[in-house]
């Protein structure tokens, strides 16, 4: 079992930013993939940024230029940089890892609103 925790959510006005960090633990022996995925209000999850084993790195369309999803391998710590946040990235923020064997985990997520 992999535990999930994130961390850094909260309240920031339209152009700001936020780091999310999101934390593993437990049996982690490999990691396939890891990303950052997103929920607004009345809408589906969204993909916002993965990271693959090899660094590889895919955003959403609407995040380009202004998230950044990075890792530190040694904390096995992913985490998203978000930058001149605008209302329309407020959602619930959700780390997901999959493990190398195909397993996937999701933290809990954490609560991101861009308001003034």
């Known amino acids: 079992q992999v535990q999930l925790v994130e961390s850094g959510g909260g309240l920031v006005q339209p152009g700001g930013s936020l780091r999310l960090s999101c934390a593993a633990s437990g049996s982690i022996f490999s990691i396939y993939a890891m990303g950052w995925y997103r929920q607004a209000p009345g809408k589906e999850r969204e993909l916002v940024a993965t990271?693959?084993?090899?660094?590889?790195?895919n955003y959403a369309d609407s995040v380009k230029g202004r998230f950044t999803i990075s890792r530190d391998n040694a904390k096995n710590t992913v985490y998203l940089q978000m930058n001149s946040l605008k209302p329309e990235d407020t959602a619930v923020y959700y780390c997901?890892?999959?493990?190398?064997?195909?397993?996937?985990?999701w933290g809990q997520g954490t609560q991101v609103t861009v308001s003034s």
């Open positions: 997901y890892v999959v493990r190398g064997d195909g397993l996937g985990y």
């Open positions: 990271m693959s084993s090899g660094g590889s790195t």
